[in-house]
C-alpha cells in the first residue's frame, strides 16, 4: 500500500485521529475504601474542544493541534503542523472517514500523503487508544469549571506524550503497521 506512494523522500508512517475533551464529566473507576462509595460531581454541559493528533508508532513521535473545532479547517493547520515537524520524509498519515479528511477543501501539504482506514474499523487506529490513555490519566473523572481547566489538563496529557515517546510508543503500538508498507 505504502510501497505504491511515489516520493523522494523516506517515509514514515503516521496514524490520525481527533477527539473531543469536554465539560461533560466521565465516569470511570476509581480506587475506594472497600465499603465506601465516593461522591463524583458530575455535569453535563456540553461544550468541548478537540485535539487532533498524529503519532508514528514506530518512533513514538507525536504531532497535534487543539481546536475549539472539529472541521476541515482545523484539519488543514494540523497537516501543516504535521509537515512542518517532519520536513524531510513523506509522511504516511492513516486517517478514518471523518467529512473533513475527504473535504474538496482540503490542503494536503507536498510531504503528506494519505490513507483511508476501512469504514467502521475504529480498532484499527492506535490513536484511539492514545484518547484512552489521555482520557484515562488526565480527565477521566474530573470535574471541570469552564474549557480552560480542560484545555489545561489535555495540554499536559499531550505534552507528557510528546516527552515521553517510549510510553506513546507502548500506548499506540500496532503490531500490523509494518504490513501497510507492503
Not at 520536513?87 to 473533513?100: E, I, M, Q, S, Y
Not at 503528506?112 to 487508544?129: A, D, F, G, H, T
Request: hydrophobic letters at 35%; aromatic letters at 10%.
Amino acid at each position: 500500500m505504502v510501497a505504491a506512494i511515489e516520493h523522494p523522500l523516506p517515509k514514515k508512517l503516521f496514524f490520525e485521529d481527533e477527539s473531543r475533551f469536554g465539560l461533560m464529566t466521565q465516569i470511570g473507576r476509581r480506587w475506594a475504601r472497600k465499603g465506601c462509595r465516593p461522591d463524583i460531581p458530575y455535569r453535563q454541559t456540553r461544550e468541548y474542544l478537540a485535539l487532533y493528533a498524529s503519532v508514528c508508532p514506530e518512533t513514538g513521535e507525536m504531532s497535534s493541534l487543539i481546536s475549539p473545532y472539529m472541521n476541515t479547517e482545523a484539519m488543514n493547520a494540523h497537516l501543516e503542523i504535521l509537515a512542518r515537524e517532519h520536513p524531510n520524509t513523506c509522511n504516511v498519515l492513516v486517517l478514518d472517514g471523518a467529512g473533513w479528511h475527504r473535504s474538496l477543501e482540503l490542503k494536503v501539504p507536498d510531504n503528506v500523503k494519505l490513507i483511508s482506514l476501512p469504514p467502521y474499523s475504529p480498532q484499527l487506529n492506535p490513536m484511539e487508544r492514545v484518547w484512552d490513555y489521555i482520557k484515562g490519566h488526565y480527565t477521566r473523572g474530573a470535574y471541570f469549571d469552564d474549557l480552560d481547566q480542560v484545555e489545561v489538563r489535555v495540554i499536559d496529557g499531550s505534552v507528557f506524550l510528546h516527552e515521553n515517546p517510549e510510553v506513546l510508543k507502548s500506548v499506540a503500538k500496532a503490531s500490523y503497521a509494518q504490513s501497510i508498507f507492503s
